[in-house]
Structures are given as C-alpha cells and as structure tokens.
Antibody, heavy 120, light 110 residues
Framework: QVQLQQSGPGLVKPSQTLALTCAIS??????????WNWVRQSPSRGLEWLGRTYYRSKWNHNYAVSVKSRISINPDTSKNQFSLQLKSMTPEDTAVYYCASGTTALGDYWGQGTLVTVSS | QSVLTQPPSASGTPGQRVTISCSGSSSNIGRNTVNWYQELPGTAPKLLIY???QRPSGVPDRFSGSKSGTSASLAISGLQSEDEAAYYCAAWDDSLDGWLFGGGTKLTVL
C-alpha cells in the first residue's frame, strides 16, 4: 500500500515561489514502473494536472503547458520523496495541491492535499 | 476551458442508472485510454475507472466505463445517495505531452 505525505506552507505571497514536498512510503521514487505527479484543484479550474517526474533508466519530466515556464518537479532519492516548485505565484494559483502516484494509472494513490493561498 | 468536455451537471434518483460523457479529440481520447475519478467535498480524488473500463480493487461494479472513438462514458447503475459527488475524466494528450482533465460533472442524487 503506497502512502503519500505532503508538507509545505499554506500561504504564499504574490511573486514568491511555492515549494511543496511529497514523501513516499510503500514504493520508491526511482521505481521503473511509477510516475510521480502534482495535481491542483480549484473551484474555477477544476482538476488540473501540473506535471510529473519518473525514472526509466534516467530521470524524465513532463509539465503542463499552462505552467511550463515556472514549474520544476524534482526527485530526492535519499529521502524517497519528490518536490514541486512553482515560481511567480499569483492569486490565480490559489488551489488545493495534491501529489499523486501513477503506477497502474494516474492517481492510484493521492496525498492528503495542501490548501495554498496566494495573498499578501 | 478544458480540452476534455463534460456536462457540468447530471442528476438521478436512487436506483436509477446515469451516464456521464467525456468528449475529446484524436490527440487524447482517440489515441489513449481514459480514467475516471470521483471527488467528494474536502477529500482527495479517487480513481474509479482506468484503461477505459477497469475498476481498481474496492470500486463497486455499479461503476463502469466505456470508450468509442474520441468519446468516453462513465455509467453508474443502482444510484445511491453516497454517489453524489463530482466526476472527472482524464486522458493523456500526445500533442501536449501531458495529462488532461475534463471540467468535471457534478452529480446530484435527487
């Protein structure tokens, strides 16, 4: 059974960088069969996939077009976790952010969610 | 606006069968499989259907999925009050090189 535990701040000032971490238990961030994703949910935009990292002989990344210029998702093999960095935050980035695994399918396991509010 | 199009709302009475549609294009649903998720207020989304019609362990067989061409459908039979939730479809898009979600359908059990 995979468990994902998120950590990070719930309040970010406009123009600052959001940093969230997702710790994995029950699987490995380096697993050849898995992908590690970030998804956000807001009333105005619904569910929005932000990006993923995965290992297939080397590390790979895919990012959503909407955030591609300001997002970074990185694995940390020493701590078996992965992180999200989203730069230049605006109030429109206010949302609940989830980490999610993708082994059998996208979102077979989810983190608990972090409500991130962008406000000064 | 989502590239995967769902009706914003659907409704049914207990025991009824309801279907929710998801319309895409040749770069997403036309080439790749479709997943469906259930979202209850205040909780993380739950994977309901993957690979068009496969149910993860623990998902009741009242939930079923299908795909034809560039469209997919989620069917819920024997509707129950606890099925009142938002439902989202998702598919990989080869042109965008990323996952797309539909805009979501809010299901009301009358």
């Amino acid at each position: 059974q995979v468990q994902l535990q998120q950590s990070g701040p719930g309040l970010v000032k406009p123009s600052q960088t959001l940093a969230l971490t997702c710790a994995i238990s029950g699987d490995s961030v380096s697993s050849n069969g898995a992908a590690w994703n970030w998804v956000r949910q807001s009333p105005s935009r619904g569910l929005e996939w932000l990006g993923r990292t995965y290992y297939r002989s080397k590390w790979n990344h895919n990012y959503a077009v909407s955030v591609k210029s300001r997002i970074s998702i990185n694995p940390d093999t020493s701590k078996n976790q992965f992180s999200l960095q989203l730069k230049s935050m605006t109030p429109e980035d206010t949302a609940v952010y989830y980490c999610a695994s993708g082994t059998t399918a996208l979102g077979d396991y989810w983190g608990q969610g972090t409500l991130v509010t962008v406000s000064s | 606006q989502s590239v995967l199009t769902q009706p914003p709302s659907a409704s049914g009475t207990p025991g009824q069968r309801v279907t929710i549609s998801c319309s895409g294009s040749s770069s997403n649903i036309g080439r790749n499989t479709v997943n469906w998720y259930q979202e209850l207020p205040g909780t993380a989304p739950k994977l309901l259907i993957y690979n068009n019609n496969q149910r993860p362990s623990g998902v009741p067989d009242r939930f079923s999925g299908s795909k034809s061409g560039t469209s997919a459908s989620l069917a819920i039979s024997g509707l129950q009050s606890e099925d009142e939730a938002a439902y989202y479809c998702a598919a990989w898009d080869d042109s965008l090189d990323g996952w797309l979600f539909g805009g979501g359908t809010k299901l009301t059990v009358l």
